[in-house]
Nanobody, 120 residues
Framework: QVQLVESGGGLVQAGGSLRLSCAAS????????MGWYRQAPGKQRELVAT???????NYADSVKGRFTISGDNAKNTVYLQMNSLKPEDTAVYYC??????????????WGQGTQVTVSS
């Protein structure tokens, strides 16, 4: 099993910043990619940003230029620096990781989610 533990959510005013962290642990042989998704009330879960083990990053258009994803392969950890936050960024943010177990079986795991609330 692979567990993902998220931290860093909270309440912030519009224009403020937050930094999310997600650490993966368990029977991990390798992680191919980690990322952040979010789900606002009444909406579907959507991609925010992803990063591969090779450093390739992908962002949703709505966060480009404001959010930065980074990863620490040695620590199996991914970060999301969120600047210039807007009320529409309010959502539960979920961490996602995919890779291979020590048994060489594929895994895809989700974190429990962390609430981000941006007040206007």
């Amino acid at each position: 099993q692979v567990q993902l533990v998220e931290s860093g959510g909270g309440l912030v005013q519009a224009g403020g910043s937050l930094r999310l962290s997600c650490a993966a642990s368990g029977s991990i042989f390798t992680i191919n990619a980690m990322g952040w998704y979010r789900q606002a009330p009444g909406k579907q879960r959507e991609l925010v940003a992803t990063v591969t083990s090779g450093g390739t990053m992908n962002y949703a258009d709505s966060v480009k230029g404001r959010f930065t994803i980074s990863g620490d392969n040695a620590k199996n950890t991914v970060y999301l620096q969120m600047n210039s936050l807007k009320p529409e960024d309010t959502a539960v943010y979920y961490c996602r990781a995919e890779g291979m177990h020590t048994t060489y079986n594929y895994f895809l795991s989700w974190g429990q989610g962390t609430q981000v609330t941006v007040s206007s």
